[in-house]
């Protein structure tokens, strides 16, 4: 059964950098388009990031785009998350998300409905 796991969340600097990591101990992660989300407390969880399965396809929010970079190495099963720039803004839980295996569209759309397995999440905090 694939079960994500979210690794890397720190207390960061503001303009400080810090790479998040989603594994998983299977090596079907490869087939899976990855998302990441992030939540703060009274927020809704908000779409960040996405890459499909073999890096082809990547998305960004408006909000991480030109800071954040994502990338794959399906060899080793996980997706990272760099992120530059940081601010108190990108304060928050961060969580790494599957979507399905369909055929058609991939990597579309940033929103929770998309994503059918989560993992526990990670926090990052960057101080003012």
């Known amino acids: 059964q694939l079960q994500l796991v979210e690794s890397g969340g720190d207390l960061v600097p503001f303009g400080g950098s810090l790479t998040l990591s989603c594994t998983t101990s299977?090596?079907?992660?490869?087939?899976?388009?990855i998302g990441w989300f992030r939540q703060v407390p009274g927020r809704e969880r908000e779409g960040i990031s996405c890459i499909s399965s073999m890096g082809r396809t990547i998305k960004y929010a408006d909000s991480v785009k030109g800071r954040f970079d994502i990338s794959r190495n399906n060899a080793n099963n996980t997706v990272y998350l760099r992120m530059n720039s940081l601010t108190p803004e990108d304060t928050g839980v961060y969580y790494c998300?599957?979507?399905?295996?369909?055929?058609?569209?991939?990597?579309?759309?940033?929103?929770?409905?998309?994503?059918?397995?989560w993992g526990q999440g990670t926090q990052v905090t960057v101080s003012s």
């Open positions: 299977v090596s079907t992660l490869q087939y899976y388009t």
């Open positions: 998300a599957a979507e399905p295996l369909r055929t058609g569209y991939v990597c579309e759309k940033l929103i929770t409905s998309e994503y059918f397995r």
